[in-house]
């Protein structure tokens, strides 16, 4: 079979584009963006191949190559991917590849841009793929490094506090998860590294309760903070303001994924107890997430901290997902990184767009921009539904999803998140209304709107899969539902075993729960 | 061990006939200082080939005086390593030496002979002495530019701290050879073993650790350090920080694993409160830095508060990531001397200020000290990534999960500054002249060939992984 040894090439594809790209002489700028574009177009293609090529009646490794690597530690070259792996590898496939299309406004120092890029790119892959620990750590960590020049040297307003501020936060969530990755290794006895080994191992109970329940908040805080998990989510709107256009597109579509993808590949796999236990305390800050995250945006002027606030809202659900821990939730989980990191991209496409011709994003300044760029204002229009959860979008399918789960475990918390769906559709539509209606202004008439096949291809193509998915979501969820599966029936052996409510933390939300009722009632009263 | 004295000393004895050789051209002959520093590092690059010889070779000569293991081995490709870059950083400096760069470069390689027999020595006495032929050297090097007020202040510092340290590790020599009877390592592990020691031995011992403490400038003995790298000339500076570091840490682990053992005396904890406390010292103190050097000088403080994670712990294993640190460390930060002994060349200034826009003056300049500070940073796929992974792992397994802990923040401290180095070079637009560059053929291939290095290992990390596992076993 052609799929057999597929998987490593998402990875050695990009960095040979990198050193290729090294290659060619600084003056031949549109000679670099071509072959970016071609190689980011080729992993695409691969992705779109796995994809398909992606037996969705089995829940478990697929496409798997292996390799020893330094044996005496029991580090091994070894990737694969399970349906969560194959949604995600499509995700970054697209994203990237228009990423790499819209890139075509980097007008300074284009060789050192692209190779980055290709950079941030290959290692992003790299943890979609990686199925040895070491591996995961190694590409995840290098994938937060070439932001920090991205942001630094092609951003706009602010950016080398953004940068800074951006590789820290990340990179100290890194370390700390480090910490706890290698206490997971040394705690196993099994002196490898190897995902596979230790998931299996899991599910006969190698971790001791009392380990699981310290370890696993130093993977899902420290991988929080890439998914901008309230309080640590301070870094991620300015970053995304400052970035350039491509960067904020990966960063909110793809690397905020990692956090999520990270925590349901290592903590729900490895340390199902730890879990449990910390799971009640994540749901209640992902409501924050969603509440403050809305709020914050209801009251930017900025287009780019408008939906970096909705992005850092939006993760609320996907946290609220994987809180819930149960199946409907997960595949949900699963399914609204897809949708969600397809409508951040675009909508950061689209306000470079914007950007690049009006160079402002400031809401009051623009108006009336439909009248000019009518294309980019209907693309624009559909990403602010598909991000208010618009029935017909993907992202309205993954969101029902997490709610129907999550409400069997958290329902006064789901009715909380339910509530931040409307603020999001009032920040949305407002922003839509300002910018692409109303009176236009006479500064903006000379505006192109996008014409050419290739300028349209990004927006378009990112849109289509929206409603793709959103009409036929079982193509994504007939790949994500076995693994999904397979993956909590550690859980429910646990469920079956213990009794239902005995950490303290669940004890402690039930009585949130009872305090809201009775704030509830208490206001009743008064008004009475 | 049938190996004979000669095959056993073959890369000592090749830098000895180096050395007279170099001594003989420079008096005998009027060959340009240029041209002798350049015959200086081909002979030394050559010398490598007499230690890929000796590489297998087990054996002891100078009745059991001097022995070659793995470790030696090892110890000694980093001495050379560094020994070879040092010159290639002061072809660089050239000009600032006027006409006694052959004095430089003969002190650096009388340097390098001291820390070869260190590396190989096995009693106190003789530790004692090549570690101190080796400082002898460095104290006249720091000093060595006359006129310069901040290069003999460091001198003398230097100088003065350091025989206050050298006395003290002898007078703790002489508490240990009063109770052991011996100076022999095998024959002081057994007194050191036994249940019961005299606190005379266990005095001594406090006074050989604040002796080596000082020479590998952990807290709390690191406070020369900064003054001293920013006075002493560049060239210098990187010696100081990679093959004396080095020498500091061949001393400790040949006095705690050979001389002590790794289960006696409980000195572990001692090493573990002493390595995080280095690694806050360095770190934070390298945060309001503005000098190149000095931040530097910072930065390596931290970097030893990470090289004693791993001898905290105890183990082969710690060991292991020990070792594999310092070479990954010697590679990255002599990448990083390098780069600078040429930037404050056509710069004119070593403030951290005057590397703005670096990045259009030489981007070849700029990416090497780039990847070099990310290697020092300990970001993945390079080099240093995976000695921090290693003394991590080394603490997390010996329990220290604390020390982990506090290795993994200031992994992030470091990254700031290190961070705020790559935002002047790539950030900022150039202050003044900003013409380009031009490097000369052998920095050049120098840069090139490190940055590879440091990729290569940090993808690759197997066969150095395996060298470093091999020297480790040695002590054990």
Redesign the interface.
């Known amino acids: 079979m052609i799929t057999h040894s597929i998987v490593p090439w998402f990875v050695f594809i990009p960095l040979l584009t990198a050193g290729l790209i090294l290659l060619i002489p600084n003056n031949r700028s549109r000679l670099i963006y071509r072959v970016s574009v071609a190689a980011n177009a080729l992993t695409l293609f691969l992705a779109v191949v796995v994809f398909l090529n992606f037996d969705s009646h089995q829940s478990g490794w697929q496409f798997v190559v292996h390799r020893p690597?330094?044996s005496?530690?029991g580090i091994s070259y070894h990737v694969g991917l399970d349906g969560i792996g194959v949604v995600m590898v499509l995700l970054h496939g697209l994203l990237s590849f228009c990423g790499a299309c819209v890139s075509r406004s980097i007008d300074r120092n284009i060789k050192?841009y692209f190779t980055l890029y290709s950079i941030l790119v290959a290692s992003i892959f790299g943890v979609f793929t990686s199925l040895d620990i070491?591996f995961l750590?190694?590409?995840y960590?290098?994938a937060v490094?070439p932001l920090?020049?991205l942001i630094?040297?092609w951003g706009s307003q602010n950016?080398?506090y953004a940068?800074?501020k951006l590789?820290?936060y990340i990179?100290?969530g890194a370390?700390?998860a480090?910490?706890g990755l290698?206490?997971i290794?040394?705690a196993s006895g099994l002196q490898t590294f190897d995902l596979v080994v230790l998931s299996e191992q899991a599910k006969t109970g190698l971790f001791s309760r009392q380990f699981q329940l310290w370890c696993a908040p130093l993977l899902i805080f420290g991988f929080g903070v890439i998914a901008s998990l309230w309080p640590f989510h301070s870094w991620s709107p300015i970053g995304y303001a400052a970035a350039p256009t491509a960067v904020s597109m990966l960063h909110a579509g793809v690397l905020k994924k990692l956090g999520i993808f990270l925590i349901i590949r290592l903590v729900l796999t490895l340390l199902p107890e730890g879990a449990r236990f910390w799971m009640p305390l994540v749901a209640v800050l992902c409501i924050v997430n969603i509440l403050y995250g809305a709020w914050a945006a209801m009251a930017q002027n900025d287009m780019k901290f408008v939906i970096g606030f909705a992005s850092v809202s939006h993760m609320g659900y996907a946290f609220l997902g994987i809180a819930a821990l149960n199946q409907i939730a997960l595949t949900g989980t699963v399914f609204f990184m897809f949708a969600h990191g397809i409508m951040a991209a675009l909508c950061f496409a689209l306000i470079g767009y914007i950007y690049d011709q009006t160079h402002t994003r400031i809401i009051p300044e623009l108006g009336g921009l439909a009248k000019q760029i009518p294309f980019i204002a209907v693309c624009f229009v559909m990403a602010a539904f598909a991000s208010s959860g618009l029935p017909g979008f993907a992202n309205f399918v993954s969101e029902i999803l997490i709610f129907f789960g999550a409400w069997e475990t958290y329902p006064l918390l789901t009715v909380l998140a339910i509530f931040g769906i409307v603020v999001t559709a009032t920040y949305m539509l407002r922003m839509v209304r300002h910018v692409f209606y109303g009176a236009p202004n006479p500064h903006w008439e000379k505006l192109k709107d996008a014409k050419a096949l290739m300028i349209k291809l990004p927006y378009g193509l990112l849109v289509a899969v929206l409603l793709v998915f959103g009409f036929w979501p079982s193509f994504l969820l007939n790949a994500i539902r076995p693994t999904t599966e397979a993956l909590l029936e550690t859980h429910h052996s646990i469920f079956l075993t213990q009794a239902k409510h005995d950490s303290a933390l669940s004890v402690g939300t039930r009585q949130l729960s009872h305090l809201a009722h009775y704030l509830y009632h208490g206001s009743r009263k008064e008004n009475a | 061990m049938t190996s004979s004295f000669w095959i056993l000393l073959a890369p000592e004895t090749g830098l000895i006939a180096l050395i007279l050789l170099v001594l003989g051209l420079d008096l005998f002959t009027k060959l340009d200082q240029a041209k002798l520093i350049l015959f200086s590092i081909l002979g030394l690059f050559l010398l490598f080939g007499t230690l890929v010889f000796v590489w297998p070779l087990r054996g002891n000569a100078l009745n059991g005086l001097f022995q070659v293991h793995a470790l030696a081995t090892f110890l000694k490709f980093i001495f050379l390593g560094a020994g070879l870059l040092t010159l290639v950083i002061t072809k660089e400096f050239t000009k600032n030496l006027g006409n006694r760069a052959s004095n430089f470069i003969l002190l650096i390689l009388l340097s390098v002979l001291g820390a070869f027999f260190l590396a190989s020595t096995n009693d106190l006495i003789s530790l004692f002495i090549t570690i101190e032929w080796m400082t002898l050297s460095l104290y006249i090097l720091t000093a060595f530019l006359r006129t310069d007020a901040y290069s003999l202040e460091a001198g003398t510092k230097y100088l003065v701290m350091g025989a206050f340290s050298s006395a003290v590790f002898l007078y703790g020599i002489s508490f240990i050879y009063g109770t052991a009877g011996s100076i022999r390592f095998e024959a002081i592990r057994e007194v050191a073993s036994s249940a019961h020691q005299s606190p005379l031995f266990l005095f001594g011992f406090l006074l050989i650790l604040s002796g080596i403490g000082f020479k590998i400038a952990a807290f709390p003995f690191q406070l020369w350090a900064p003054d001293v790298y920013q006075g002493a000339p560049t060239p210098v500076t990187a010696f100081l920080s990679v093959a004396s570091k080095t020498a500091g840490f061949t001393a400790l682990v040949k006095v705690l694993f050979a001389v002590i053992g790794p289960d006696a005396l409980n000195w572990s904890a001692v090493i573990a409160v002493i390595s995080g406390a280095t690694l806050l010292y360095g770190n934070l103190g390298a945060l309001a830095q503005t000098n190149m050097k000095r931040l530097f000088a910072y930065s390596s403080i931290g970097h030893a508060g990470y090289l004693l994670m791993g001898i905290a712990a105890g183990t082969s294993f710690g060991l292991q990531g020990t070792l594999f640190y310092l070479a990954a460390y010697a590679i990255s930060n002599l990448t990083a001397f390098l780069v600078i002994v040429i930037a404050n060349e056509h710069l004119g200034s070593g403030e951290i200020i005057a590397y703005r826009g670096l990045a259009k003056k030489s981007p070849f300049l700029a990416g090497s000290f780039f990847i070099a500070l990310l290697s020092l940073g300990g970001i993945p796929p390079l080099v240093g990534f995976f000695g921090k992974f290693l003394v991590l792992q080394a603490a997390v397994w010996k329990g220290y999960l604390w020390l982990a802990l506090l290795g993994a923040a200031n992994v992030i401290v470091s990254l700031y500054y290190y961070l705020s180095v790559i935002k002047e070079m790539y950030f900022k637009p150039p202050v003044q002249n900003a013409e380009q560059i031009q490097l000369g053929i052998l920095p050049q291939f120098s840069l090139g060939f490190l940055v590879a290095s440091m990729v290569g290992l940090g993808i690759f990390q197997a066969p150095l992984f395996y060298f470093a596992h091999a020297a480790a076993q040695t002590l054990f």
């Open positions: 690597w330094v005496a530690l050192l070491f750590y190694l590409f960590e290098m490094i920090y020049p630094g040297i950016r080398e940068a800074m590789t820290l990179s100290l370390v700390l480090l910490v290698l206490s290794y040394l």
